[in-house]
């Protein structure tokens, strides 16, 4: 049976939201047609390019296919980091239709995703669906709660979607990453979005410059940069692509179209 909690890593007594400043996965709600989004947020979201609406729905598809993937390949244990606010569906409910007894912890720092755990938890009774508030910043916190819902001696999927770029060079993203990978047994996987400064410049330079000006720093990278965050991992077909690029067959190919994301799957050898 299917045990609901919420864990509470950074902030043990009332939430506070503060909505006067605009926060990424608030933005990235209203990116996708959200509604529980604040005037900052929108604000922010308003100002970018249309490009980013796009950016924002090729990476939850890129997520749905590379989870239905990995659950169909036997994964049955997933770590989401910088889950968001929940959008239908959600990581949970596309493996849980595939393996139901999987296991999920979302990890989010935004307390207005905690508003929505209850959402986030409506899993399949066979499985078990957690919720932790952490900053993404403090690896060894989020594995620290992790391991009271996962086995860390079996296989987990690491999904960092539309995550790093928001947390720039000066914060140490790649050490956040290898601190989290070092953490997970053999057979784990990275699942891993990110957005690129060199497959658009103008287009990233505008999105950095409209975040920036609503109190978010970001680092977008290029697709170099981008690769070192699977540096000792084996990459999986079709490698580091855009995010409509990769897809495992035919049947799951999305339509053809331009993207600023870049998109892989890694497994730890």
Not at 64 to 85: C, E, N, S, Y
Not at 146 to 167: G, K, T
Not at 178 to 203: I, K, M, N, T
Request: proline share 8%; with cysteine.
């Amino acid at each position: 049976m299917q045990r609901e909690s919420v864990m509470m890593a950074d902030t043990p007594g009332s939430v506070h939201i503060d909505t006067s400043k605009a926060h990424p996965a608030r933005v990235y709600d209203w990116l996708l047609g959200g509604k529980d989004n604040y005037p900052a947020d929108k604000a922010v979201g308003e100002k970018l390019p249309p490009e980013a609406r796009d950016a924002a729905r090729q990476n939850r598809e890129f997520m749905h296919r590379a989870a239905a993937w990995l659950a169909m390949q036997g994964v049955d244990q997933f770590l989401d980091i910088g889950a968001g606010i929940p959008t239908e569906p959600n990581l949970h409910q596309v493996v849980q239709r595939i393996v139901p007894s999987a296991k999920v912890v979302y990890c989010d720092n935004d307390p207005i995703v905690l508003r929505h755990a209850e959402a986030l938890l409506a899993g399949h009774p066979q499985g078990r669906t957690d919720y932790i508030q952490a900053d993404a910043r403090r690896p060894a916190q989020i594995v620290e709660h992790a391991r009271s819902v996962l086995d860390f001696e079996r296989p987990i999927a690491l999904s960092l979607i539309a995550l790093m770029h928001f947390i720039p060079d000066d914060q140490d993203p790649y050490e956040i990453v290898r601190a989290l990978l070092a953490a997970l047994p053999q057979g784990s996987h990275l699942v891993l979005s990110h957005a690129a400064s060199d497959l658009y410049p103008e287009l990233a330079e505008q999105v950095t410059a409209e975040y920036e000006k609503g109190g978010i720093r970001l680092g977008f990278r290029t697709r170099g940069e981008v690769g070192r965050f699977f540096d000792g991992l084996d990459l999986l077909d079709p490698g580091l692509v855009t995010a409509p690029e990769w897809f495992k067959s035919p049947a799951t190919m999305p339509s053809p179209e331009g993207s600023g994301i870049y998109a892989a799957v890694a497994r730890i050898r």
